[in-house]
């Protein structure tokens, strides 16, 4: 079953805690991305990844962090420099840049 | 565009009836639209895809037209079900730009 994951759907954590959300693919592809969803709202490029160990900022990049080491994964850290980290959290990823970019089912994060 | 606001616009039809979804872009310079469906607490669905080389493209009960000269992109669903219930949110890649801008989104209700 081909598919991007996202693990966990619903995460809780305290201020000032850093926690790292799960982005797992199966499709080969080779981009992969990081969005936030606000109530009401569109998606935010936070950063995104076009090969493996390579990794650029998107719109909104303060206060996260990735890494790519491996083509299938690619975890997203809010740490506790983000000042409103409360969202709902969109993995993506595509076969190349100017392909669509298929979505994985998301995490709520909230933070309290 | 960017997403503004906190008040998604909304379109409602009979259950039947074509649905029409709008969205103007800013950047003349894009080359590469995209249509996506959310529903609630999911990840967005790909639909359809456009290059600017055309002004029209179909898919299985859905078509896309682009107008170039107006910078205006709309998503016309033919026969809607109650199925279709969704925020609908375009997307514009820019020529040469290596990420995807969306717009706010469009929700789209189903009058029985």
């Known amino acids: 079953d081909g598919g991007i994951t996202q693990s966990p759907k619903y995460l809780f954590r305290k201020e000032g805690q850093n926690v790292t959300l799960s982005c797992e693919q199966n499709?080969?592809?080779?981009?992969m991305y990081w969005y936030r969803q606000d109530p009401g709202q569109g998606l935010r490029l936070i950063y995104y990844s076009q090969i493996v160990n390579d990794f650029q900022k998107g719109d909104i990049a303060e206060g996260y962090s990735v890494s790519r080491e491996k083509k299938e994964s690619f975890p997203l850290t809010v740490t506790s420099a983000q000042k409103n980290p409360t969202a709902f959290y969109l993995c993506a990823s595509s076969s190349g840049l100017s392909r669509e970019q298929y979505f994985g089912p998301g995490t709520r994060l909230t933070v309290t | 565009g960017e997403s503004v606001g906190l008040h998604l616009p909304t379109l409602s039809v009979q259950e039947g009836d074509n649905s029409i979804i709008n969205c103007a872009y800013s950047n003349s310079a894009s080359d590469y639209f995209i249509w996506y469906k959310q529903e609630s607490g999911k990840g967005p669905q790909f639909i359809i895809d456009i290059r600017s080389n055309m002004d029209k493209r179909q898919g299985q009960r859905v078509t896309v037209l682009l107008n170039k000269t107006v910078k205006h992109l709309s998503l016309q669903i033919a026969a809607t079900q109650p199925g279709d219930s969704a925020v609908y949110f375009c997307a514009e890649k820019r020529e040469g730009a290596q990420k995807l801008v969306f717009g706010q989104g469009t929700r789209l209700t189903i009058n029985p």
């Open positions: 499709l080969n592809h080779d981009a």
